[in-house]
C-alpha cells in the first residue's frame, strides 16, 4: 500500500487531526508550518508519488517573500543570487539587481523528511477518495480526519480561458567553468517559432548557473494546447548550450506544462472540483500567478495562514478550514485580475511576431516595479505605468480583449509526445 509501512492507518486508529492529500510544493509546506506552528496538531502528508515535490525546480524574487515566509523556506539547501539578474531581448539587454532564490525538488523532499516526523508522511500511497470525515486510500483503507486539505495537481476546467506555459529544463556539467555569475531569466533572443502542433508562441530561455561548472537551461514557450514535444526542446537546449560554448553531460531533466489563465469563471471551475468540507489549496486552489505561473510566494503564504489558524483555533472543523482556503482563493482571484486582463492583451490583441516586444517594454521598466509584477503586489501606478507607452499591439485589438472572456482553456489532457 505504502512506502511508509510504520504508519498505522487502519480503521481502529486514532483520527488524524489533518490529513493533507498531495506532497507537492502547496501540500509539503503545509506540513512544514504546521510541524513548526502548530506543534499539537497530529498531521498526515499523503504523496502518490515516492519522493516529494515531484520532479520540479521553483525560483522566485527574494522579495516575493514577506519575513515570515523568508523564515519557512530558510531551511531548505537553496540556490541563491545576490548579484541581480539579466535578462535579454532583440533590442534591450539589461541586468537588474534583485536577489533571486531556486529550490529543486530533491532539495524539498530531502528537507522535509530529515525534520517532518517519520510518521507524519506517507510516500507511494495513492488516494482514491477524499471526503469530510477523511481519505479512503486506493487500496480501500481509511484514513480518518477531523480535517482534510486537498494539494492534488491542478485541473482544467471548460470555465477558465487561457493556455499553457511549456518548458524542458536540463541540468548540464559543463567541462570547463561556464562564466556565469547571474540567472538569466529571460533570453528572448531566440527563435520565436513554437514547436509544431502549437502555434505561434512567445519563447524565451532560462538560465541558471548552480555552480562555477554546472548550469540548468529551461527552453520555454507559451502555447494554446497542453501538448509538449520533448525531443524538439530537447534539441533546442543542446542548441543553446552548444552556442555559448557549455560542453559537458547532462546530469539531469525536467519538464512541465502550467496553465497560463487570462479568466473564465472561477467560481463555477473551483465548484466542479469541490468536496463538501474539504479544503484545497495549491495550484488546485487557484493560488498561482495567473501570468507568469509562479507558486512559491503563495504556497509558503498560504501554509503559514493555515498553521496560524489551527494553532489559534485547534476545534476548528473541517467545514470552517475549507471555507477559509475558499475566501482566501476568492480574494486571490480578484487580487490577481489586473494579470489576467495583461494575459487577455498579449495572447488575443499582440500579433505572434509582437509578443516579445511587448515583454520587451515591460522588461525596460523600473526594477521595483518589475519586482512588485511579480509577487502579485502591482500598485495602481505600476499598473498605468506597464500599459502607457507606444503600445505594441493595435488599440483596437487591445480593447476587443481587454472585454473578451479570453479563450477557453484547452482541458485534453497533458501530453508529452516524447518522454523527458
Known sequence: MSDSPHIDVSD???????????????????????HRHAPDCRFLLIEAGR????????????????????????????????????????????TLPTSYRSLASAEFHAKLIAELPADRVMLGTKADSLDAGGVTLADGTRVAASRVIDCRPFRASP????????????????????????????????????????GAAYRFVYVLPLSPTEVFVEDTYYADQPKMDAEVLKGRV??????????????DSEAGILPVISGGDFAAAQAEIAIPGVA?????????????????????????????????????????LAAFCTRRAKRHWRATGYYRMLSR??????????????FEHFYALRGNLVE????GRSTLPDRLRILTGKPPVSIGRAIRALFSPGKPLDTKPLKMETPA
Open 12 to 34: 481502529g486508529a486514532a483520527a488524524q487531526d489533518i490529513v493533507i492529500v498531495g506532497g507537492g510544493l502547496a501540500g509539503g509546506l503545509i506540513a512544514l508550518a504546521l
Open 51 to 94: 519522493t516529494l515535490g515531484g520532479h520540479h525546480r521553483w525560483s522566485w524574487f527574494e522579495t516575493d517573500l514577506a519575513p515570515q515566509a523568508k523564515e519557512l523556506m530558510a531551511g531548505f539547501a537553496l540556490n541563491g543570487w545576490d548579484e541581480g539578474y539579466d535578462i535579454t531581448f532583440p533590442g534591450l539587454g539589461r
Open 159 to 198: 470555465h477558465l480561458a487561457g493556455g499553457w506555459q511549456v518548458f524542458l529544463g536540463q541540468h548540464f556539467r559543463c567541462e570547463t567553468p561556464h562564466g556565469l555569475i547571474r540567472p538569466v531569466i529571460m533570453d528572448a533572443s531566440v527563435d520565436q517559432l513554437a514547436p509544431h502542433g502549437n
Open 238 to 251: 543542446a542548441e543553446y548550450a552548444h552556442r555559448h560554448g557549455w560542453k559537458g553531460e547532462v546530469i
Open 280 to 320: 484545497r489549496a495549491g495550484a488546485r486552489g487557484g493560488f498561482s500567478h495567473p501570468l507568469t505561473s509562479y507558486t512559491l510566494p503563495f504556497a509558503a503564504d498560504n501554509a503559514l495562514a493555515i498553521a496560524r489558524l489551527i494553532a489559534a483555533r485547534p476545534a476548528l472543523t473541517g467545514a470552517e
Open 345 to 358: 492583451m498579449l495572447f488575443e490583441a499582440a500579433e505572434p511576431d509582437k509578443r516579445v516586444v511587448v
Open 372 to 375: 512588485r509584477f511579480y509577487a
